[in-house]
Nanobody
Framework: QVQLVESGGGLVQAGGFLRLSCAAS????????MNWFRQAPGKEREFVAS????????HYADSVKGRFTISRDNAKNTVSLQMNNLKVEDTAVYYC?????WGQGTQVTVSS
């Protein structure tokens, strides 16, 4: 059993930054890729970023490329999402995901 707990969300002005963290408990965290998804009000959940188990490969949604950076620390069982130059359209609940496990989400609100 794996539990994922996100933190770091909040309210920020457009152009600002936030850093989300996801703490994983349970076994084998370092063996699989981790992802961030987000869901805005009235919209479907969408992929944001992913990182391979060994940190070598990352992928980003086109909408966040160049602004967001995903990273992980396997020794600490954490995965992070550095979000810079935030836009109003980044407002959403952000979810950490690994295999079929999901966190409860953390709210990110970007004001104009």
């Amino acid at each position: 059993q794996v539990q994922l707990v996100e933190s770091g969300g909040g309210l920020v002005q457009a152009g600002g930054f936030l850093r989300l963290s996801c703490a994983a408990s349970g076994r084998d965290f370092s063996n699989y890729a981790m992802n961030w998804f987000r869901q805005a009000p009235g919209k479907e959940r969408e992929f944001v970023a992913s990182i391979s188990w060994n940190e070598i490969t990352t992928h980003y949604a086109d909408s966040v490329k160049g602004r967001f950076t995903i990273s992980r620390d396997n020794a600490k069982n954490t995965v992070s999402l550095q979000m810079n130059n935030l836009k109003v359209e980044d407002t959403a609940v952000y979810y950490c995901n690994g295999q079929h496990y999901w966190g409860q989400g953390t709210q990110v609100t970007v004001s104009s």
